[in-house]
């Protein structure tokens, strides 16, 4: 049996990388903060499916490599919704997000968030709900769904925007996810 080639990253790897993760997303250019944030969400997807998973390495792992049946962005956060672990909110984001990796990964010349159809995207996406956190601006005040619209006009800032709070969000629920095997054992 051969081992994973790409074993999903532990929640102490992504959490210890958030801070090489805002600098990417806020410092780079455009397409290296599309690929970068993409590619964290899909970690914490992929971490987030780990935890539920059965606690046998090998197996569980090996389906989650690229060329797997869950090796996609896409079969990820569509199974993590069919499984209930996010909401529709957060699938439409992820959906979203994941045209817009596309919209970026496959243009020549290379794409910017001023372009028009990357700017429509962008501008469907909606604040998060993050579990177990208050969103807020200064002084403490809740950032609510019309601050978001008001506040975060560009296309970029709101992309990362939704980005960063959404991978908070996969990792507060893979944190609070429990493998199949304990909810199994609780069950009997």
């Known amino acids: 049996m051969t081992k994973p080639k790409n074993p999903p990253k532990t929640l102490d790897a992504l959490s210890g990388n958030l801070a090489d993760f ?7 250019n455009h397409l290296a903060c599309v690929l970068v944030a993409t ?7 992929a971490r987030l499916l780990r935890n539920l998973f059965r606690t046998s390495p090998n197996t569980c ?38 045209t817009i990796r596309n919209l970026f990964a496959h243009a020549h010349p290379e794409l ?9 995207f962008c501008n469907q996406l909606s604040l998060p709900t993050v579990t177990g956190v208050n969103i807020t601006e200064t002084n403490a005040i809740p950032l609510t769904q ?3 619209e008001s506040k975060y006009k560009t296309p970029k800032d709101r992309f990362e925007l939704v980005a960063a709070l959404t991978g908070t969000n996969l990792l507060v629920t893979a944190t609070n ?7 199994l054992s609780e069950k009997s």
């Open 22 to 28: 805002f600098k990417a997303i806020n410092h780079e």
């Open 177 to 183: 996810t429990k493998h199949c095997d304990i909810l």
């Open 112 to 120: 910017t968030f001023d372009d028009t159809e990357v700017q429509l």
């Open 146 to 148: 019309e601050d978001f």
């Open 39 to 45: 590619n964290y969400l899909d970690q914490c997807i």
């Open 61 to 98: 792992d090996r389906i989650l490599d690229i060329n797997q049946p869950l090796g996609s962005f896409y079969s990820r956060y569509t199974l993590a919704y069919c499984l209930n672990l996010i909401d529709s909110k957060t699938l439409t984001n992820l959906t979203h997000i994941g």
